[in-house]
């Protein structure tokens, strides 16, 4: 009974050689152009997994209970180890949903506070709104580092067809707590008056700053997020008077 059990196991084991195959060549890339996937171990990985379970549990049941109904043992074996892996995969992807959800609630707690790094305390035209040369803000740094910036207008929405855009701005050491104008110069692409404007303001840490990571927030009208995943959005205040 034994050496038909040992000759079942060992044709399980060597039928993942075939399929390994399968699983490299048929699975390699799904889809085209710039979006694709790699599916590679769709097939083997599961089958290693249950061939290991089944193979461990035929032989547990076989060594309990000496029979000679090797075939309903291997069947009841089967349906064992396929709900152990049922099972198996149902904890591991409660368990990933929770390490997910506590990693974007820290991810969460870090953005806001990198949002408090910057403030951008207001906004004005230079020398005024019909004919501006610069943009001028007045931002306040809660944390150290090297600061930079630009500015875009656009035709109409955030979408719409570029106006002017920054032309050249140095960086700036900037030390926490420190509040400063800092001016951008600027270079129109086309005739016209800008009805959206966005500002982006960086922090970058650099090696003696005092921000947790590098920071860039988006000051714009109406932002469609607060936080894209990679870039902090706030609300731009209208401009000041001239």
Known sequence: MWRQHIAICTALAFLAVPLYFVDMFLLKRSGGGWIWLNLQGLIIVPYIAFAALHILISSLLLFQFSTSRLLALHIASSIVSIALLGAGFVIYMRIEDARSAEDY?????????????????????????????????????????????????????????????????????????????YIFPLQFLKEGKAEAVSITLYLFKDQTGSAAENVTIIFEDKPATGYDGHFIYEQLPPPSPD
């Open 105 to 181: 609630r820290k991810r969460m707690e870090m953005v806001e506070q990198l949002r408090k790094a910057i403030e951008l305390r207001r906004w004005w035209y230079m020398p005024n709104s019909d004919a501006p040369k610069e943009v001028h803000v007045r931002v306040k740094v809660n944390e150290s580092g090297r600061f930079s910036g630009n500015a875009e207008g656009r035709a109409s929405d955030n979408l719409g067809e570029l106006i002017f855009n920054t032309a050249d701005t140095p960086h700036r050491q900037v030390g926490k707590g420190e509040e400063f104008t």
